[in-house]
């Protein structure tokens, strides 16, 4: 079974940093896009950043420039490290990815949420 596990959640205050990972395990041929994306309470879930597997990245502008989206591919892992946080970036962070099992259907999969709360 394919899934992705996400790590690094908790609460901050605000101008603290956070360190988010996410690990695909299962029996995997490729993984391609991987990103962040988040929920605040009330809203509907938004992009937060992506990458390829190549290490292209796409922000979304909230993020741009304090989050950094980062990929090891030999780990199936990505991380989002993200600095200068603020209140409003409080939510439940998803990891996605568009897998390639061996052997069976594409996939795109969600991870659990990992919650981020920045204090003000």
């Known amino acids: 079974q394919v899934q992705l596990v996400e790590s690094g959640g908790g609460l901050v205050q605000a101008g603290g940093s956070l360190r988010l990972s996410c690990t695909a395990s299962g029996n995997i041929f490729r993984i391609d896009t991987m990103g962040w994306y988040r929920q605040a309470p009330g809203k509907e879930r938004e992009l937060g950043a992506t990458?390829?597997?190549?290490?292209?990245?796409t922000y979304a502008s909230p993020v741009k420039g304090r989050f950094a989206i980062s990929r090891d591919n030999a780990k199936n892992t990505i991380y989002l490290e993200m600095n200068s946080l603020k209140p409003e970036d409080t939510a439940v962070y998803y990891c996605?990815?568009?897998?390639?099992?061996?052997?069976?259907?594409?996939?795109?999969?969600w991870g659990q949420g990992t919650l981020v709360t920045v204090s003000s």
């Open positions: 990458i390829t597997s190549g290490g292209r990245t």
């Open positions: 996605n990815a568009g897998v390639q099992p061996n052997g069976a259907r594409y996939l795109e999969l």
